[in-house]
Each structure stands twice: as C-alpha cells, then as structure tokens.
C-alpha cells in the first residue's frame, strides 16, 4: 500500500500503483510485451492508479512479472524493489551484481517495513555488510531471515549499538523511516565521505551541518521520479524490475508480502490504509481484485 | 586566506593553512619528498597552521609546488584547488580528465570567489559546459576570462536566468556561497536525479523536502575531512595537487592570486581577514613571509 501517495494525492481518484496484471493491448512502439503477458510494475503517479479494472502504462517502467510466484506475491513487490534498488545501486552507488561489493557494510534503519525488507534481501545478495534495525522479537528474526547480519535495536541510541556490535562507522546508510528522529545518529555512524540515503519526509528543516565535517552525501530516493520527468535513463525502471523477477524466480529474493485482502472495496483499501500507518506493519500487504 | 577557519578556531594559536615552502627535513617514510623541494599544501587543521617560520605536515597530502609560478601565485592555489577538485570529482562525479565530461553543465553559484575561480577552470578543462554566476562587470569578465561560458547574474532570481540562457536545467551545481539564499532557486535549476555540492554553512536549518521529487543528492566538501579522519583514501590530496601544479604549469589553470601583502605582521593579517569577510575579493589573497 502506498500510504506516502495517499496521503498527497487524494484529489487525483484512483490511487493504488504496485500491481500485477495481464497485458490486454500493447499501443505502437511498446516492445518486450504482448496480450496475455503477465506484468508487474509501480506505475506512475501523474497517471490514475491501478485500484481498477484496467490501466494505462508506460511499457519502459514495467517488466515481465516473475513466473513462479503467486499474483498475490508478485504485486507486493514492485513499488518497494524498484525503492530499495535505487537508493541502494543508483543514489548509494553499489554495484547491482551478486557479491559485487564485499567488504563494504550498510545500515538499513527501518529494516522489517516494506523498503526494509527487500533492501535487506538486495543489500546481502550484492555482497554488503548488512546492519539493520529492528526492536521486537518477532521483527528481528524477520530481518534476520531476511540477510540481516547483525540487528540494531531502534529503541536505543543506535551509535552506541552499532560499538557494541563492534564497528564505529558503516560505508552507508539506507533511512527507510523517521529519518528526522535517527539524524544525529546517522551523522555518528557515517564515515567519512559516507553516503545516505532517504525516502521519507521530515516535518521540519534538517540541521546539515552535522554532516559537514565528514563530507558526508546524502540523497534523496523517490520513485516516481523517473516517470514524473520522464528521464532519458526511464527504461532502467522496466529493467531492474526483469532483474528482481529472475531473483525472486531463482529464490534468491523471496516476496515480502504478509498479509492479503480480497476485494476491491472501500472497507479493504481503509483496513489496509490503517495497518500500514500502524507502524507495526512487516513487508507489505496485498488487494486481490 | 582562511576565515572559515579563523571563525571556528581562534583558539588553535597558530592560523593558516594554505602554503608554499621549502622542504627543510623528511621523517621516516616518507616518500616523494627531499631536503629543498619546492611544496604546496593547505595542510590540516588538527595541527598548528602555517602563518609561523616552521611547519610540519603529512607528506601524503602535500606535492611539488608549479615550477613556473611565482610562490606568491602557487601559494595562492592549495585550498582551494582541493576544495573545487574534490567538489567537482569526487563528490558530484565528474571524470577529472580534460574533455571527459562534454555534453555535461554545471552551474557555479559565486563563480568570481576563491572556490569559484578555480572550479570555473578546472570544470572548463574537464569538459563542462559552466554556468556561473557573479553581477558586476570586473566579476563578469573574471569569470569569462576563467572558462565560463554564460553568466547568471546572482541579483536576479536564477531560474529566470538560466531559463533567459536557453535552458531550465543543468546536470550539477557547485554553492561555493550563500546556499541558504539559493536554496530554492538550486531546486528549481537542477535537473531530475542532478547532484548538488556545498561548502558553506547554512545560518539555519534547511528544508530537504523541496529536493525529494527530483531524488537529488546533496554532497558537503569539506576539504579537511580526509586529513582530519586520516581516510583510506588520504592520498588522493597529495596526487590531486600534483595533477593541479602540472595544469599550472602547462597553463590549462591560472593561479587565482589577486593581491599580495609582505610581512607575518598582525596587521596584515587582520587587513586580509577584512577583505575577505568584505564578500567583493576575487581570487585569492597571499602573505609573504
């Protein structure tokens, strides 16, 4: 569920952006797809969202749905995939391939919310360190499951558990939540000439010069940006999401989704709406038309 | 001269970082380096500056001085060589070869500065097309003079100027000044997914928000980061400034030096503190033992 857009673009009608469906007409110039293909894709939110029978895409930001997962399965995917993959390889600057950047560690604070829980799965799969933040049982073992090495509790001052956890500085961080009540803690674990990443927004104007003395970078991820703009680089939206299909397909990834309701139905999108704005939400939730 | 520093370190005694001299003993391991080299440094403010007879300094980042230059010229060019290479290169990504950036544009907000003098050139070189801005005509033609091909005048609102110059967006932004007053105006002029650098320090806090749609990242240069935190990559400091002194003497780069004051007399460096908070230097001022 994409609470962030519901909360912004209530006037716009349709909401609902992650999805999974069946090609029923491909328009001139489309390639890669054809009627009776299974997609899925996050959309774009300066076009009506996908909470209705049919939909308008751009075929650039979507991609083959992966083959040995459930629609249900598939759907909670591809607005948070395409998130945590690029804060993680386009803002952070990873290399996106198995493996590919050992010994380099990242700190995921937020780690059991839906970003969390892939950028987890993506951050081990390319090789990171992994760090991520967690508080209760239930929600540590989530992470761990997930490729978390080592778990930070969010409800201590996370620099003195990152010492005692016998590092004083992570190569990166991926703020997934509260980044207004975690920043003096990200200026203390960032080393150097760090990145950071973030995806949500502060209430209130950011002190930045806590971050000066280290050169620190810090950048902003949001999804929509390649479809608002239309950027020259949109088709790397369409591409990553292929490449999160064949991981999930391989097992590699595996689907954050935890919960599913049946039925297009104004009662379904408000329980939705409720659970995830909770904050007690792990991995993401699905509506099955 | 260095008033930020001056500003935050009075207490530290012996002030002044950027420096030419000649090289009176090396310990041991150090590499590079004899007894009467010619050397060029901004040194590091964790150690005593460099306005006194004697100084010590780390060899890694340190390089032979220009040969073609005059000490007063070469003395002019380490801090901010390093904060305008480091800003360019290493913090928004450019390639620092000559031409290896073609097709790129940067905006350079207080193009006539320290900073901005030498970030002019050394975009110019690597092959950028370099909006700068500056608003008297003596600044006008310094900047232009420099490499600069199209200035924005900083009195007007800056998205209307670029927009004047044929274009509403430019691939990076370097705010060697006032990044509070230009904040909005950087939102507005940056493209999707664009990179901003700042080196000064904003009175209050900002507001990060009006960055997020375009998922732009913000880099601090701070050029002492690497000395201060002894980082991996330390050495970098000393090879950029070789890299700086052979374009110096190659004459791609013209050292920034405006006006010359003779004595280590408090006087004098009271009247080069005064200039320099006065906001109208361009270049940069030296002080000849």
Known sequence: MDTKVLQRSEQDGVLGWDAYGVVEKTGDGVTGFKSGDKVYYA????????????????????????????PEDAAAMPLTSITAWEGL?????FVPQA????????????????????????????????????????????????????ILNHRNDLYEELKAAGTDAVDAIYCTTHMERHWKAM????????????????LNAVDLTMLKFKSVTISWEFMYTRSMFETDDIA????????????????????????????????NIQAMHIKQESGTMMGKQVLVL
Do not use: M
């Not at 990553?240 to 999930?248: N, P």
């Open 43 to 70: 959309g774009d939110i300066t076009r009506p969202g996908c909470n209705s029978e049919y939909q308008l895409v751009d075929h650039r930001i979507a991609a083959l749905a992966p083959g040995n997962l459930s």
């Open 89 to 93: 390889f386009d803002r952070l600057g």
């Open 99 to 150: 493996s590919a950047n050992a010994g380099k560690s990242i700190l995921i604070i937020g780690g059991p919310g839906g970003v969390g829980s892939i950028a987890i799965q993506l951050a081990h799969w390319a090789g990171l360190k992994v760090f991520a933040t967690a508080s209760r049982q239930q929600t540590v073992e989530w992470c761990k499951n997930l490729g978390a090495d080592t």
């Open 187 to 202: 200026a203390q674990c960032i080393r150097p000439q760090g990145r950071i990443v973030l995806i949500d927004d502060p």
């Open 236 to 267: 790397e939206q369409g591409k990553l999401l292929s490449t999160v299909a064949k991981l999930l397909d391989e097992g590699a990834l595996v689907t954050t989704r935890q919960k599913t309701l049946t039925g297009l139905t104004a009662q």
